[in-house]
């Protein structure tokens, strides 16, 4: 109780400066819906125009993120047994050309990817693992659909289709999915959802399954066994094959039933017999993003167990934006910056929105208050040291070059670097730059070596400048040499 006492004295604390403190690194996230473009996209692409409108609609969803200092996009890429990338195992799915099986003229997965990294932000894949949906959706997949093609691995629950995680040859199939987008994207990480047991998780129909494969374990413990198997698997070949691709989940925001909410109701290990607390202590996670979607005691004390449990892996929290609408739960936006405060103070790693449009339509101002505030200025993501702590050279001195109402900012890829980099560009209206301080990054994510700084035409005043270089682990080198230029209208 004391540290709940004391948590509100801290809220009171900040109302009362009128200032929230920005943290250097931090994950802000969304999860971008695609399954009945919930969030994209809104109209179907049957001709090229179309085409283009569905990019454009993504791009300007990408530049309001982008300029609210978000950093981390997880997009839905597979939905219920179709997906919507170039895939010879899985239908592409009808919500963005009208039809399964039939892209839209392009790869929206490959144009996301591209669109994300160029506005400094990461894009990972976010991966709806077992349910394979509905009677109608299968009807209409015909012979694409998995349940059709591979009818051993499925179980129909409730009106609706799953992959059966007791089927040894599941785990197969998903693997398969795996390998073939995390070798044909540069995708910076994968998300499993639904890596679990469905509702209602006690009725589901493998008996039969559990007889033959189960021996004399317990119906629990070994469906949790089944998912834990898988995930491992999945993760030990992610980093054979690309080390660098960030391997998390988003499991039910509640782990377990906890001393101090006995009463917790649904939670992930009881529940639906996911164990992501084994995933951590195991090392086969680099991050957890549990579904927080509760308020006070349902949602302090298990940030608290989660990252109590994290074993050095991120939890960043996934926070109910939709819970404002008031056809849900009718939250404030100080329900949603109570959760952020906390989760800065007490050990999260940052925080995921669900749905990215319940972010962007600025419910309840929730949006300006993000932008105006809580991401007043750039976050680095945090450095994913157990998986590579080498530390890169440093770039060389910033190059400053005006042009027009631009100063052109350009330094040079250190030579001994083969691998790619991303840059982060630090300034200061004085005569020296604080790095630890996240007001002092101009930009981060920077796959490019250039930086255009819009300047006003009569603008009288002095900047220093300086870049840094960050591996795809997100380590970051030395700061180069500080770079100093007048600006003027006057030649100096």
């Known amino acids: ?71 981390t996009v997880f997009l839905q890429v597979r939905l219920r047994g179709d997906v919507i990338y170039r895939s010879a195992i899985e239908p592409a799915s009808k919500t963005f050309s009208g039809k399964y099986g039939t892209m839209p003229g392009y790869d929206p ?11 400094g932000m990461e894009c990972h894949a976010w991966f709806v693992t077992f349910p394979v949906g509905t009677d109608k959706a299968v009807k209409e997949q015909g012979k694409l659909s998995v349940v059709k093609r591979k009818p051993k691995l499925c179980k129909r ?89 960030q391997v998390s989940s988003s ?25 992501p607390k084994m995933w951590m202590q195991k090392g086969k996670q680099d991050m957890i993003v549990p579904m927080m979607y509760y308020l006070h005691d349902n949602f302090f004390p298990f940030v608290d167990n ?38 800065r103070y007490y050990g999260g790693a940052g925080a ?17 208050e993000l932008k105006d505030n809580y991401y007043k200025y750039p976050a680095q993501l945090f450095p ?39 840059y982060t560009v630090y300034y200061s209206l004085t005569d020296s730059i604080d790095t630890a301080a996240a007001k002092c990054m101009l930009a981060t994510g920077i796959r490019d070596t250039v930086l255009y700084l819009p300047v006003g035409p009569n603008e009288e005043r002095g900047y220093s400048f300086s870049v840094s270089a960050s591996t795809r682990y997100h380590i970051e080198s030395q700061p180069s040499p500080e770079t100093y230029y007048y600006l003027s209208r006057f030649p100096k």
Request: aromatic letters at 12%.
């Open 1 to 71: 109780m004391r540290k709940y006492c004391l948590l509100f004295l801290v809220f009171f604390l900040l109302q009362a400066i009128g200032a929230v403190e920005s943290p250097k690194h931090e994950i802000r996230a969304v999860w971008l819906t695609t399954i009945y473009g919930l969030d994209w996209p809104k109209k179907l692409a049957t001709t090229e125009a179309g085409r283009k409108a569905q990019q454009q609609e993504l791009c300007s969803m990408l530049d309001k993120l982008a300029d609210a200092n978000f950093n």
């Open 109 to 119: 997965l490959a144009f996301a990817i591209e669109e994300c990294h160029k506005r």
């Open 157 to 245: 629950h409730n009106g609706e289709w799953y992959l059966d995680p007791g089927v040894p040859e599941t785990a197969d199939y998903i693997l398969s999915l795996v390998k073939e987008l995390v070798n044909g994207y540069d995708i910076d990480g994968i998300q499993f959802d639904y890596i679990r047991y469905p509702e209602q998780a006690k009725t589901f129909p493998d008996k039969a399954v559990h007889q033959k494969y189960g021996k004399s374990t317990r119906l629990a413990d070994w469906r949790r066994e089944n998912i834990n198997k898988m995930v491992y698997r999945i993760y030990d070949w992610v980093k054979l094959a690309k080390p660098w691709v």
């Open 251 to 275: 499991p039910l925001g509640k782990y377990n039933r906890i001393e101090r909410v006995p009463n917790a109701g649904w939670t992930a290990y009881e529940s639906v017999f996911q164990d």
């Open 306 to 343: 989660w990252v109590e449990n994290c074993n050095g892996r991120l939890v960043v929290p996934g926070l109910g934006a939709y819970r404002m609408d008031k056809s849900e739960a009718d939250w404030t936006v100080n329900d949603i910056t109570d959760q952020i405060d906390y989760s």
């Open 352 to 368: 995921t929105f669900f749905r990215c449009e319940n972010v962007l339509d600025n419910t309840k101002g929730l949006y300006n």
């Open 384 to 422: 994913l040291t157990w998986l590579n702590d080498r530390v890169p050279v440093a770039p060389g001195e910033i190059r400053v070059d005006r042009e027009g109402d631009e100063l052109k900012l350009s330094w040079q890829k250190p030579s001994e670097e083969k691998e790619d980099l991303t």
